[in-house]
């Protein structure tokens, strides 16, 4: 039990959390949108249909990853270690994208912004994923394919 | 309206922040909340927390505000049935976010953080999103009714 506390971070995850809760509340009081990235990230990419131009979506996704960078320049580097091999990582990023978009929504959307909402196919769709997820963990240990 | 696009662009970048900051953008700490029945971190609960918390007053503040503040109208899902769609694409969704820690905000911020990784599941993803899309217009083709 103490082990677990000695790896998780909680103050900076629920910091870190609040920052998140933020964003998604300026895309929705200021904008009136959603920010679920899997569909931002489809729109900003035109992998809609029929496709959009949409330059607020392409805004949200080019600053996402300049957020973490300045994170990282300014307060600390951010630790950050992939754990499977490259095959799993594509075949792993094919379902996410594939997955998401079938769904119509990932932990952003569904996650953060619809279980907030209280929407029942969040709520639905949260714990599928969650359990989904756990039970690809465990199914990965016991085949040793994780490390 | 330019100071639209600039809401958009800072809320990116907060987002990316909160996730380099709370360790949602590390794979290996996220696959770990996952692993209930081994190392265990549950870090990825306090980071919910959090999200939701603040998101819970955004939501009580969107019922009294006609509408957002720089725009006409709320682009908003309406309310709909948990259908097969819904289902299978959890499942999925889960299969790929357990197999590799990563879900599409982490994946894109890994883009600067490890870019050499983060490229391949970025890439594999977009092809997932593009697939999803030639399926869908095939499926709609035959049943008119599907909605996209």
Redesign the interface.
């Known amino acids: 039990m103490i082990e677990?506390w000695n790896?998780?971070?909680?103050?900076?995850?629920?910091?870190?959390?609040?920052?998140?809760?933020?964003?998604?509340?300026?895309?929705?009081?200021?904008?009136?949108?959603?920010?679920g990235?899997?569909g931002l990230?489809?729109r900003a990419?035109q992998?809609?249909?029929p496709p959009t131009f949409d330059?607020?979506?392409i805004?949200?996704?080019?600053?996402?990853?300049?957020?973490?960078?300045?994170?990282?320049l300014i307060?600390k580097p951010?630790?950050?270690?992939?754990?499977?091999n490259?095959l799993?990582?594509?075949?792993?990023?094919?379902?996410?994208?594939?997955?998401?978009?079938?769904?119509?929504g990932?932990?952003?959307g569904?996650?953060?912004?619809g279980?907030?909402?209280l929407?029942?196919?969040s709520l639905?769709?949260?714990g599928?994923?969650?359990?989904?997820?756990?039970?690809?963990?465990?199914f990965?240990?016991k085949f040793g394919i994780?490390s | 309206m330019k100071l639209?696009?600039?809401?958009?662009?800072?809320?990116?970048?907060?987002?990316?922040?909160?996730?380099?900051?709370?360790?949602?953008?590390?794979?290996?700490?996220v696959?770990?909340f996952?692993?209930?029945?081994?190392?265990?971190?549950?870090?990825?609960?306090?980071?919910?927390?959090?999200?939701?918390?603040?998101?819970?007053?955004?939501?009580r503040?969107?019922k009294n505000?006609l509408?957002?503040?720089?725009?006409t109208?709320?682009?908003?899902?309406n309310?709909?049935?948990?259908d097969l769609?819904?289902?299978?694409?959890?499942?999925?969704?889960?299969?790929?976010?357990?197999?590799?820690?990563?879900?599409?905000?982490p994946?894109?911020?890994?883009?600067?953080?490890?870019p050499k990784?983060?490229i391949?599941?970025?890439?594999?993803?977009?092809?997932?999103?593009?697939?999803?899309?030639f399926v869908?217009?095939s499926l709609s083709s035959i049943n008119p009714n599907q909605r996209?």
């Open positions: 677990i790896r998780a971070q909680p103050l900076q995850g629920f910091i870190g959390g609040a920052m998140i809760g933020a964003a998604c509340t300026l895309m929705l009081l200021l904008l009136g949108r959603i920010a990235i899997s990230l489809a990419c992998l809609t249909r330059l607020l979506a805004a949200f996704i080019f600053g996402l990853p300049l957020g973490a960078f300045i994170i990282d307060i951010v630790e950050v270690i992939y754990p499977n490259n799993i990582l594509v075949l792993a990023g094919l379902l996410v994208g594939f997955g998401a978009r079938l769904g119509s990932c932990t952003s569904h996650g953060v912004c279980v907030s909402r929407s029942p196919r639905f769709a949260t599928i994923f969650m359990l989904s997820g756990i039970v690809t963990v465990a990965m240990h994780a | 639209a696009y600039f809401t958009s662009l800072v809320s990116g970048l907060l987002f990316g922040a909160g996730l380099a900051l709370s360790g949602m953008a590390n794979p290996q700490r696959q770990s996952l692993d209930i029945g081994g190392a265990f971190d549950p870090t990825l609960a306090f980071v919910m927390m959090g999200a939701l918390l603040v998101m819970a007053f955004a939501w503040a969107q505000l509408h957002p503040l720089f725009s109208h709320y682009e908003i899902p309310t709909m049935p948990i769609r819904l289902i299978s694409g959890a499942i999925l969704f889960g299969v790929g976010w357990g197999m590799a820690g990563l879900c599409p905000g994946a894109l911020v890994g883009l600067v953080l490890l990784k983060a391949l599941f970025v890439g594999a993803m977009l092809l997932g999103m593009g697939l999803y899309r869908d217009q996209s």
